[in-house]
Structures are given as C-alpha cells and as structure tokens.
C-alpha cells in the first residue's frame, strides 16, 4: 500500500482520498481547520497548520510522496518535506503558482501570450479597459480583488490596494468571449495526459459551471500547459485558466493541482483527475484522459439542495462535500453525462432549476 | 448526513462506504475479523461479532438504517435491529436467502424454474446426471460442497454429508450452455431498476470474470428478479444466478445484497450497484442503471498483480481490496469498458495476460 501525505483536507483533498481507496493509496491530510474537514471522509487527518513541525515530521515518517491540495500552503513546509521525501509537485512549481507576478513572468519567459502584463508595483494609472487590482498571493474565488473603470487614476489604484493584505498587482480586464480552462497531468517520466479543454461559467468570480469539452472549436490549450508543465518539471495534475479572445488563448493562470474545472472528470472521463493526480505523484502509469460523453457540472453555492431531488433526476451525480452552509461557500456539485450534447444541456438545465429551488 | 451501519467490512462493505462519500452518507461496518478490514479505508469500524450486544447497540443508536455486506450473519441480529432501526433488506429476505432450501421453496412457490428441485434431506440416491451435496446455510465460492457422479449411492451422499458441518442439500447437476446474473435493486417506495443481464464464468466454484451486457440474446431475467424481490418486499440491490440451457433461464441462487458479479457498474454503468444499494436503502431516489458500454470484470484472485502493469493497459480500472494474499481468495479485480464488444474483450484479454503474470 501506498501513503500519500495532502497539505489541505477540503473537498479537493476528499475526492483525492477517494480515488485512492480501490488503487491502495491511502491519504494521510494535514489540515488547520477546527471541524473534521470534507477529507476526513475517506482519508486519516492530522489536524495542525501546514508548518507545525510535528505534523511535517509525521507526513515525512508515514508517506511515501507529499502533495498539495492548495497552493496556497508555505513552501517553506514544502522545502523542508523535499529534503526527506518526493514533494509532487516540487515547492519550487507550487512556489510560480502562488504569486500571480511570478506566474506572469513565467507565461512571459515561455512564450505564452496573457490576458495582460501585469504590474507588479501600482506605478502608473489604470488600464485602458479598465483594471482588477489583485493581491500578488493568495485570494481566490474573486476575494481579495478590486475592480476599477478605465477612467481610475493612480489615487484610485492606491486607494485599491489599500482594501487589500499584503503585495498587488494591477492587471488589465479583458473583454474576452469565453473563459476556458484545460486540465492536464504529468507523470513522474515525463508522460502527459490532457483532458478536453472545457468552458467554464463564473459569476462574481466564483465558477458556477463547466461545459466539458467546450462547445464548438477551441484553440489548442493542450500545448500550452504541457509547456508549462515540462518548464516546470511539474508532476501531477495542473489546471491551466485561459480568456478567449477572437479565436486566440490569453493565459490567466495555473494551479499546480487538481481543480474545480475538472470535477466532471470523475464520471465524464475514463480516469478522472484524482486518481491521474495520485497515479502521477505515486510514479504510476498514467490513466486514459478520453471523455465518456459530453459532460456538464454545475457547482452547488451557498445552499444545499434537498438530495433527493437532484438524485430524482435521470444520471444526475451529486457530489456533498460535507460543509457547514455559508454564503458563497461551495457545498458541492452536481455533474451530468449526456447521449450528446443537447442531452447534456437539457440535463444540466434541470440540474440548476433544482438547485435554484 | 446520513449514516448506514453494515453488518460486514469486506470489499463489498468498503465498495459501499466508497460510493457514500459523494452522496453525504457515513458508513459504519460491523466487522469480526481482528485485523483492519477492507471497509476500514472509508468507513468507520466497530470490530464485534455480528451478534455483539453492544456493537449492535451502538448501530442501532447512531445509524439511520441499517443493511448488510454478507447474508450469512445472525437473522437474530437484524431481528434485535429491525425493532430499534430500519433494517433494509429486512430480516425475513436475509433469513430466505440464507437457506438454499427456503430458496428453492421460495423459487417454487413463485413458479420460478429452477436447476432442480433440491431435497431439504439425503434420503435417495444421487440424481441422474450427477448430484453436489452443499450446505443448506453458509460455504460460499464452491466452500462446503462435495460433488458425486451419476453412479452414486445413497451411502456415497452420506459419507459426502459427513465431509460437511451442518444440514445439507442434495442437488442435481445441471449441464448448462452458460452461467447469467442479474442486478436489481428496489426502493422504499417499491420502484426498481434492473442492470443488464451478465455472463459470469467459474473456475472451481470462485467467480473468474463477468462479461456485461452477456453477449448474444438472453432470456428475460429481469421479470424474474424483480417478481423476487416484490414477493419479498425487498429493498436495497439483489443479485440472482441464473442458468441458460438451451435458451430457457434456471434461478441458481439469490444474493440479497451487493455482488461480485456486479462490480462491472462502478466504471461500466451510470449509476454503481454500491450507489444504488445506499440509494435504495435510504429511501432515496433510484438511479440510471444503463450501462456505458461492453464492460468486463476479471477478478484478482490469490495472487496481487503489480499495479503499475495494470494500471499501464489502456482504460484499465485497478480495485485492491487491501487484503493478505491466501490461496482462492479474492484480493480484488479489474474492470475495462470498450468502445464495443470487440474492443471489450480485446482490453480483457490484455488484463488476464497481466493478471497471469
């Protein structure tokens, strides 16, 4: 049997734990959170911040390979865990990933054309289009941005990033037709594995849906993560989000991990990207990333359905991460398979009308 | 969140814990044996006897309903059970299930053919075309039988009896064209789904692989298996073996419960049996048993393969159950979904050569 060590114990980590159990991977999390956390489920939790020296010592003694759930856990951990046992990825990858200046450096270095080139100080007034002042780490799900009109000046830029903890950066907003992401993994000699691109649906900067594969034709994401990935010598999963613009790919950002975008994966895919995510970081063969259909998943935000209903409904999958209700929280999801996609699309349709009650 | 209590933390029990996670249902197994069982990666494990007042106390205290992994487990228990706590399947369908000879008389009564009309005692020869002397409860996988040829004595089935602990039964060989199951479950509310018809083939009693759908036309056992559990007011999945000989069906025996015969569903239908058992027993809508395609089963038995060559074929889906290897005993299995039947078998001829060594 294989122990595999999770900084972060939330639905992400769960469904991790899950897909281990038939391979024999069993998943031991470290995560600071009071309440038994979603991953208690399925996987052994200690409870402890990710750099309680007791809790690292244990991971190191117990797994066989350390992984992350999160970015956003110190790569100080993670560094002190590489000198005692394979991280995957490396903190040096999670590290690109939790700096939103150092990612774009990273897109600009290899070529990948971005939403913008972001700033790393607030020097100058706002972008044309209008600019998001964002913290430079941490803050996801919209939280920790302030939008500003074409028409903001410095001041205004200043008077955003006072709003907010820690280092920004001013990006430019983009008028872009659809927002796509592509999930892809990486093994630990070198094979990849990339899942369709998908199109996903955010609304105050939390994603509601994912259309998998995305419909119509899409540009060629698949080279780009793999790119990113082999610059990176990432092993393991990696979500790339990108802003389509008139035919063309603006990268947006990467996490270095399993990602909401890819949760249809788990009944639309033949390997879902949990267990590619653990086949990955364990040094198995990767799994076969086709689609079993055309897939739809619509997240489950703030409030809990009554389960019966969305079982009620023909293929629906219901995901309960098992959290306490809070506005804006994601709960769960809920993911269809259809015979072809406007099956997909009628499915979907009667999986948010009962989720709106 | 619901929780389940199971009598039984095998691989069916563990299966069952597995496909809860998702749908916010806790399991907690009832579970003899003294190491950590298979159920124990993702349900919670009292280790007791199944007759344990205080095991069964605590289920019957924290659960919500209550069902079983194993039919062989005290009818006494569930009774103690089913007066504190929904027991689904109720006591009366495990205790039917439990006697080959109640079955038969339940076959009979139904007009359900079946491979002979056993007898409840040895009191004549042995039957014409040859005879298996089996235990009336208990022994399963080909366990507690002894077989006798056509020139059997009277004396000859006795010294067969005195090789087994306990009442036994008498029955007669049946030259079959192929062994079939089929998979059903039934809800609270009397509504039922059926699985497509396999084919399963044996080797000294232990199932081997499961071929799904069965290829070629098959009698109609659906009718037959939903007749069973409606005159048993079941509730949860049964499993009943079938005979073909020459285009007509034969009922062998039922499983009131989850089967081995039915892992194929996890990859290869839209809705697993393990789901639809926790659906059926907690009063929950039943889900879509189509299947997503030809799937195969080829059960893992005695010897553990190595994953990584496993996990290497092409759309090859990997279940460890985390047991010790012991001769003929089933450590797990490997299920592929083809794109038709072809490709089907061509990926279970790929997994047997691995398995094989």
Chains 1, 2 share one sequence.
């Not at 309680?52 to 865990?81: F, G, K, N, Q, Y």
Request: charged share 20%; proline share 7%; with cysteine.
């Amino acid at each position: 049997m294989t122990t595999v060590g999770i900084l972060g114990g939330g639905q992400l980590g769960r469904m991790l734990a899950v897909a281990g159990v038939p391979m024999g991977v069993r998943c031991v999390v470290v995560e600071p959170a009071a309440d038994p956390p979603p991953a208690a489920a399925a996987a052994e939790v200690l409870s402890a911040e990710y750099d309680d020296s007791r809790a690292l010592e244990e991971l190191a003694r117990r797994c066989d390979v350390v992984t992350i759930e999160v970015e956003h856990v110190p790569v100080e951990s993670l560094a002190w865990l590489a000198e005692r046992v394979p991280v995957r990825p490396g903190p040096e990858v999670v590290a690109a990933a939790q700096d939103r200046w150092a990612e774009k450096q990273l897109f600009a270095r290899l070529g990948i054309p971005t939403a913008v080139s972001g700033r790393p100080e607030l020097m100058a007034d706002a972008f044309a289009e209008g600019t998001i002042v964002k913290r430079r780490t941490g803050g996801f799900d919209g939280r920790g941005q302030v939008r500003l009109g074409p028409s903001a000046s410095h001041a205004d830029l200043l008077a955003a990033a006072a709003q907010i903890t820690g280092p920004c950066l001013a990006e430019g907003l983009v008028r872009f037709d659809r927002e796509l992401s592509v999930v892809a993994a990486r093994s630990c000699d070198g094979a990849v594995a990339v899942y369709p691109v998908v199109e996903n649906r955010h609304r105050d900067g939390i994603l509601r849906e994912t259309i998998a594969p995305a419909p119509g034709a899409t540009p060629d994401a698949g080279s780009v993560v793999i790119r990113l990935m082999e610059a990176l010598d990432h092993v393991g999963v990696m979500a790339l989000e990108l802003f389509e613009v008139a035919g063309a790919l603006l990268a947006n950002e990467l996490a270095p991990r399993v990602h909401n975008s890819g949760h249809w994966t788990i009944e639309g895919a033949v390997t879902s990207q949990f267990e590619q995510h653990l086949r990955a970081v364990c040094g198995l063969p990767l799994g076969d990333p086709s689609p079993r259909g055309p897939s739809g998943m619509v997240n489950v935000i703030g409030v809990e359905p009554d389960p019966s209903a969305v079982l009620a409904l023909p293929g629906a999958h219901l995901h309960r991460y098992g959290k306490a209700a809070r506005r804006e929280r994601k709960l769960g999801h809920v993911t269809v398979v259809g015979v072809d996609a406007q099956d997909r699309d009628d499915r979907m349709a009667a999986v948010r009308r009962v989720l709106a009650g």
